[in-house]
């Protein structure tokens, strides 16, 4: 799949999609996208910046959203025009379609909403790539129906995003078969390796997360074949406004992802 000047292709490796949660403020995303550039260049990993402009599913009405689609889209334009990068954020209703694919270089359409047949039509039909997240109540190979849907218009820019299973209440598991089943469809499959450690709803108005075991899962996607990684970073994960207990640390990024090329290369000896 190409976008833009920017290819992905499996024989070149896995692509990373990065970035806060939610766009908190211009500076605090600015620093975060710049850093995540600096990083990837320096270890050749094609790389995606992703920042939500409104956050729809959160636990609590009085949890933090976002600065809302016109702003959060002004800072996104500014940021991919400044720093030269490509650009991923979330839509929930078919009526941001069309406004957010003139900034976004990729549309990503969240777990909840994965089988919302009209919301999946309208991201296809402009012909942008789509990253869709598997929901946390489907099986894999259950995604074949997403996939159908999608490329029915004509549009087959289609990735995956795996990001664990509900396993009881308030805890995600992650089958690491299913990356593997996914793949029999040909296109792109990603491990979101930081929502999969999510404990949803778990400190009850909000969501928690065991971010110590985000690193732990990300290898073994990257061992199991996986065409792309996704993680949440932030500066001061005990500080972000949303999903904090499940980001990591920006500044333990490079660590990771130099193990994860290491294990990339080995897989594909």
């Keep these: 799949m190409k976008i833009g000047k920017l290819s992905i292709d499996k024989k070149r490796g896995f692509f990373l ?27 050749n990993i094609p790389f995606i910046f992703k920042a939500s402009y409104d956050k729809a599913n959160r636990t609590s009405l009085n949890s933090f959203r976002g600065p809302g689609i016109e702003e959060g ?23 941001e379609v069309h406004m957010a694919s003139k900034t976004l270089d990729i549309i990503q359409i969240p777990a909840f909403l994965c089988r919302q ?19 946390q109540f ?32 308030n805890n995600l598991v992650v089958d690491f078969r299913g990356i593997s089943i996914m793949q029999q469809s040909g296109y792109p499959i990603i491990f979101d390796a930081t929502h999969s450690v999510q404990l949803p709803g778990g400190i009850g108005s909000s969501s928690g997360g ?3 075991f985000a690193p732990i899962l990300a290898k073994a996607a990257i061992a199991a074949g996986v065409d792309g990684i996704f ?20 500044d333990e990024t490079q660590k990771l992802l130099e193990k994860l090329k290491a294990i990339n290369k080995a897989v594909m000896a």
């Design 138 to 169: 489907l099986a894999p190979w259950d995604v074949k129906n997403i996939i159908h849907k999608f490329i029915s218009t004509g549009n087959n820019r289609i990735m995956i995003t795996e990001r664990g299973v509900q396993f009881g209440y």
């Design 231 to 250: 993680i949440e970073v932030h500066k001061e994960p005990e500080k972000a406004l949303c999903d904090g207990p499940n980001s990591l640390r920006l």
């Design 210 to 212: 065991q971010r110590e």
């Design 117 to 135: 047949t009209d919301l999946i039509l309208e991201a296809a039909g402009t012909g942008k790539p789509v990253n869709i997240k598997k929901g």
């Design 17 to 43: 999609i990065a970035g806060p949660c939610v766009i908190e403020d211009y500076s605090t995303t600015f620093e975060i996208a710049s850093r995540l550039k600096d990083i990837t260049l320096d270890l």
């Design 73 to 95: 889209l002004k800072i996104l334009e500014t940021i991919k025009a400044e720093l030269d990068v490509k650009i991923l954020s979330d839509v929930h209703t078919i009526e």
